[in-house]
């Protein structure tokens, strides 16, 4: 799960212009999907004169799109260039950089990079004097004024037998200068993180149970944003309908607070930031009958015991260097409350949200937030989706992480 090369799950759109450099694309394919990423290839009719559609179909697994039209219709250039995280163009010719720098979109790879709404990259193949013509140099300068990183051409002999100015860079050199995007993209890689979410059943019976009306919405947000953002996620995830997925994200499914605490604790050193996001039942019946429990005259009384508190059990344990942010969901006196727990449990801050305000809590997809900090700084944020709560979450664990 963790992702060393920072290219795990990433989607390059890959376009290929015809230069004799095209004979490297096939390198520069492995290497990405060596690390990790999915590759879409697109290629110039030129191109194909240099490396055959064949050769990078079977390194990509992907069809290669060659055309705008197919025998079925078109190839929806305008879907590919929204699925990719970056589009990088190697080789770009001059003859390509031309029609970039002007929108002239006859072709499959120009069409595609006009739909982009992904960074774009390009690494320029050209011979020598073509490079330095003041055309070539003017639409440099304009595909860097349109938001185009350049990744500037090498020196060394050409196609033509000169030596100067042209080559296309390395891949490797390449794949370094997205990885180092993605890094800049990407604030908590090669971090470690753990979050609780979702409820937790206490079972009675085979078939009752002590739960609470938590959906995991807000902690699944967490677990995504955090993987977003590069850390390596363990999701400890009571019982929800939610089914997140990311290639950073490790969803371990667990029922009752016990089990929600032997899979937290199980990887709990290890982990650089923990949030402890779950609605953990407090009390759980001591006893859980193994049949249905009969309806019987009169009333029932269960046994209940207090079940592990896993932030504080966790809280005692932190490391130097570990972070730990804490949820309190309260419904009076707030604030002490939520100042009580920040302190109990070692939390270096704590996320308050109250059932009195609406919009807030369990199940919505918004919730309104109050950070509090040891030092009794406070932070109010209005009310939000799940997903915008989360980024604020991340936002301020990034903080913490370089300080
Ligand atoms: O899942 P959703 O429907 O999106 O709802 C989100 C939420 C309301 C569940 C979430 O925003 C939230 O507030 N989670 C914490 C709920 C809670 O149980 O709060 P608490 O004040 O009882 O607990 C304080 C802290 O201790 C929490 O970080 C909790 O995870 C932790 N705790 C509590 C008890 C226990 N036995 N073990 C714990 O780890």
Not at 113 to 136: G, K
Request: net charge neutral; glycine share 8%; proline share 5%.
């Amino acid at each position: 799960m963790s992702d060393a090369t920072g290219l795990a799950g990433k989607k390059i759109i890959l376009g290929i212009s015809g230069s004799i450099a095209a004979y490297k694309s096939a390198y520069l394919v492995r290497l990405f999907v060596q690390a990790g990423a999915e590759v879409r290839v697109l290629m110039t009719t030129g191109a194909t004169h240099f490396i055959t559609p064949l050769t990078l179909s079977t390194l990509s697994k992907h069809e290669v799109w060659t055309n705008v039209l197919n025998e079925q219709g078109w190839n929806n250039h305008v879907e590919l260039g929204l699925w990719g995280d970056a589009f990088l163009i190697a080789p770009a010719t001059a003859n390509t950089l031309a029609k970039m720098a002007s929108g002239q979109s006859d072709n499959v790879l120009v069409a595609a990079y006009l739909s982009a709404r992904c960074p774009v990259f390009i690494a320029p193949a050209m011979d020598v004097d073509m490079w330095f013509h003041p055309s070539t140099q003017r639409n440099l300068q304009q595909l860097i004024a349109d938001g185009v990183e350049v990744i500037p051409a090498e020196h060394g002999e050409l196609a033509s037998g000169l030596i100067g100015m042209g080559r296309m860079a390395e891949p490797p050199h390449i794949l370094e200068n997205l990885r180092g995007f993605f890094r800049r993209e990407n604030p908590l890689q090669g971090k470690k993180a753990l979050v609780t979410a979702g409820p937790t059943y206490e079972p009675i019976d085979p078939v009752r149970f002590i739960g609470n009306h938590s959906s995991g919405k807000m902690g699944v947000a967490i677990a995504e944003a955090l993987a977003r953002a590069g850390a390596a996620t363990t999701l400890v995830l009571g019982p929800s309908k939610l089914d997140p997925k990311h290639p950073l994200l490790k969803v371990i499914r667990v029922q009752t607070a016990q089990e929600m605490y032997d899979a937290a604790q199980a990887v709990h050193a290890g982990q650089d930031i923990c949030v402890l996001a779950a609605a953990v039942a407090d009390y759980a019946p001591t006893q859980a009958a193994t049949q249905k429990i009969k309806k019987k005259d009169g009333d029932l009384t269960l046994t209940l015991h207090k079940t592990v508190d896993i932030a504080a059990s966790l809280g005692a344990k932190k490391r130097p260097g570990q972070i730990h942010v804490g949820f309190a969901l309260e419904t009076e006196n707030e604030t002490t409350h939520a100042r009580e727990k920040l302190v109990k449990k070692n939390f270096d801050f704590i996320v308050l949200n109250s059932l009195n305000d609406p919009g807030a809590g369990f199940n919505h997809d918004t919730n309104k937030v109050r950070f509090l900090f040891p030092d009794n700084k406070a932070i109010d944020f209005e009310l939000k989706s799940k997903q915008a709560v989360a980024a604020d979450i991340v936002q301020q664990l990034v903080h913490l992480v370089q300080k």
